[in-house]
């Protein structure tokens, strides 16, 4: 009997949770879990512990599907917002220059959770580069918490060598100082490639200089552009049919369908614009992925 009880508690905690989860998905379907401890930070002025949980193992360079969470039962007074900053401390010529990476989502919060949402490391952790992210709670004005995490982000290699190749595309905008920032995210398979029919997103941010000594640069999702995506296996010399070109799904995000009709190596080949203006041709950098 007292065995019974206890299935049955556990039974409904697990409806009780699987209803909360509910709660907070989004419209996309098969939205990452979020499975993968990262690491986790204590703020010794709340005792309240932050783990930073992923939807992969590692972090790496390009689109990370992220998630901050108090350890724990403890939360912090309800009605605060979160602020979350990656930044980059880099060496170059005996001088340290900061700078940021964008970042997007974070909007379902709550006092223990940052809500879901996605960062775009530029680059990753390198001799003379390492990354950590402040993450603070704040509530009138005053930060209740803060953590400061180290991160490493892992590189992503390529067997092909083509400076054309990318992870994260940054280019140069003509008449401006202003650079548009893309990196891509696979929506199903734990937001990995698989063979065959692929949903995906494009995230665009249109980066902002620093305003000068002490400020970080900063991001603005991309809108309004219009893509043409072609994949073609570089190795083999041939694309795939299907696919669908991505359209716009929320401020700066896109959201297409590619096909990959056989493992290996895969270019999707761009042609971006920006109302009437070329920012990218599919003779230019394209993204570029081995599976
Ligand atoms: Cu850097």
């Known amino acids: 009997m007292k065995n019974l009880s206890y299935i049955a508690l556990f039974l409904f905690s697990f409806i009780i949770i699987g209803c909360n989860n509910d709660d907070n998905e989004t419209v996309t379907p098969n939205n990452p879990s979020y499975d993968f401890e990262i690491t986790k930070v204590k703020d010794e002025?709340?005792?309240?512990?932050?783990?930073?949980?992923?939807?992969?193992?590692?972090l790496s360079e390009g689109v990370n599907n992220v998630a901050f969470e108090i350890e724990g039962t403890s939360t912090l007074t309800t009605g605060g917002t979160w602020q979350i900053v990656p930044k980059m401390t880099m060496m170059m010529n005996e001088m340290t220059h900061k700078h940021s990476t964008p970042i997007r989502g974070f909007e379902e919060a709550t006092e223990s959770f940052s809500?879901?949402?996605?960062?775009?490391?530029?680059?990753?952790?390198?001799?003379m580069g390492a990354w950590d992210i402040e993450v603070q709670y704040i509530l009138e004005e005053t930060a209740l918490a803060t953590w400061?995490?180290?991160?490493?982000?892992?590189?992503?290699?390529?067997?092909?060598?083509?400076?054309?190749?990318?992870?994260?595309?940054?280019?140069?905008?003509?008449?401006?100082?202003?650079?548009?920032?893309?990196?891509?995210?696979?929506?199903?398979?734990?937001?990995?490639?698989?063979m065959g029919s692929n949903n995906y997103e494009i995230l665009a941010f249109k980066r902002i200089p620093?305003?000068?000594?002490?400020?970080?640069?900063?991001?603005?999702?991309?809108?309004?552009?219009?893509?043409?995506?072609t994949p073609h296996m570089p190795s083999m010399d041939h694309g795939s049919p299907n696919n669908v070109d991505?359209?716009?799904?929320?401020?700066?995000?896109?959201?297409?369908?590619?096909?990959?009709?056989?493992?290996?190596?895969?270019?999707?080949?761009?042609n971006v614009v920006d109302n009437n203006t070329v920012i990218l041709d599919e003779e230019g950098v394209s993204f570029y992925l081995e599976f």
Do not use: C, R
């Open 45 to 58: 002025t709340s005792g309240l512990t932050l783990k930073l949980m992923a939807s992969k193992e590692n």
């Open 115 to 127: 809500g879901k949402g996605q960062i775009l490391f530029v680059m990753p952790t390198i001799e």
């Open 148 to 194: 400061t995490m180290p991160l490493t982000v892992e590189p992503v290699p390529f067997l092909a060598e083509d400076p054309a190749y990318k992870t994260v595309i940054n280019l140069p905008l003509a008449d401006s100082d202003n650079k548009i920032i893309m990196g891509y995210n696979f929506i199903d398979n734990g937001n990995n490639p698989a």
């Open 210 to 229: 620093s305003m000068g000594h002490g400020h970080l640069e900063t991001y603005v999702p991309y809108t309004d552009l219009t893509f043409g995506v």
């Open 246 to 270: 991505p359209v716009a799904s929320t401020d700066g995000v896109y959201t297409g369908v590619v096909n990959f009709s056989m493992l290996g190596d895969w270019q999707l080949k761009l």
